[in-house]
């Protein structure tokens, strides 16, 4: 049988911390969360590869729970402390926010999917707030934040989600199209938002985030 604690070990080890994952808060937060626990039954044995984890679809909506080392790096950018509010958009089973949940954050965990939301409050049990509105929404009433995670590529600036930050808030998502998207952070200040790429990453695009097709004739 797997011994899960170890490779949980070796994913903190060889995955996290070799691709700059260097905050220590971080690196105990998924050392501490059973990755197995936020997958389908059928992937657990596979929780900890270096490798985006497939949760369910929706349409043409797919869900993916992101490779370790794109999340720690992600997660790491947020610069979450003890108290912050925190947004999960996304959320799938709802293994980020139960690591921004470690992290001290009061997390909000926001998923259409019927199935995925109600396999999220199942697996999160109370440590995070768990919603089934429109991922472009995002979460006002429960807002304004201090970080918000996108888990999925968008193709579109989320200017709601962005309005709904904190002065100094920051949102992490892999942004751009499918062949040059890049982990980016969008960071407000007043009502300007900056932004900066981080390093080149790639999920399945979001719906609710997609560039409106164009026709040429």
């Given at each position: 049988?797997?011994?899960?604690?170890?490779?949980?070990?070796?994913?903190?080890?060889?995955?996290?911390?070799?691709?700059?994952?260097?905050?220590?808060?971080?690196?105990?937060?998924f050392?501490?969360?059973p990755?197995?626990?936020?997958?389908?039954?059928?992937?657990?044995?596979?929780?900890?590869?270096?490798?985006?984890?497939?949760?369910?679809?929706?349409?043409e909506?797919?869900?993916?729970?992101?490779?370790?080392?794109?999340l720690?790096?992600?997660?790491?950018?947020?610069?979450l402390?003890?108290?912050s509010?925190?947004?999960?958009?996304?959320t799938?089973?709802?293994?980020?926010?139960?690591?921004?949940?470690?992290?001290g954050?009061?997390?909000?965990?926001?998923?259409?999917i019927?199935?995925?939301?109600?396999?999220?409050?199942e697996?999160?049990?109370?440590?995070?707030?768990?919603?089934?509105g429109?991922?472009a929404?995002?979460?006002?009433?429960?807002?304004?934040?201090?970080?918000?995670?996108?888990?999925?590529?968008?193709?579109?600036r989320?200017?709601?989600?962005?309005?709904?930050?904190k002065?100094?808030?920051r949102?992490?998502?892999?942004?751009?199209?499918?062949k040059?998207?890049?982990?980016?952070?969008?960071?407000?200040?007043?009502?300007?938002?900056?932004?900066?790429p981080?390093?080149d990453a790639s999920?399945?695009?979001?719906?609710?985030?997609?560039?409106?097709?164009?026709f040429?004739?």
């Amino acid at each position: 049988m797997l011994d899960y604690a170890q490779a949980r070990r070796l994913m903190v080890d060889c995955q996290l911390r070799t691709f700059d994952v260097n905050d220590n808060a971080v690196l105990d937060a998924f050392d501490s969360v059973p990755r197995e626990t936020f997958v389908p039954k059928n992937q657990e044995p596979f929780a900890y590869i270096d490798q985006p984890i497939r949760l369910g679809t929706a349409g043409e909506d797919l869900r993916v729970t992101p490779a370790p080392m794109v999340l720690g790096r992600m997660i790491q950018a947020l610069k979450l402390q003890p108290g912050s509010m925190a947004l999960d958009v996304a959320t799938g089973y709802g293994y980020a926010a139960c690591v921004m949940k470690r992290l001290g954050a009061t997390v909000t965990a926001l998923e259409p999917i019927p199935d995925l939301a109600a396999a999220a409050r199942e697996r999160l049990a109370g440590q995070a707030t768990v919603l089934d509105g429109p991922l472009a929404a995002g979460a006002p009433q429960q807002g304004p934040f201090d970080a918000i995670l996108i888990n999925g590529r968008v193709e579109t600036r989320p200017q709601t989600l962005l309005e709904q930050l904190k002065d100094d808030g920051r949102l992490v998502c892999v942004f751009g199209p499918d062949k040059g998207a890049k982990v980016t952070v969008f960071v407000r200040a007043g009502d300007a938002y900056g932004s900066r790429p981080l390093f080149d990453a790639s999920l399945p695009a979001l719906a609710a985030f997609a560039e409106a097709k164009t026709f040429a004739f």
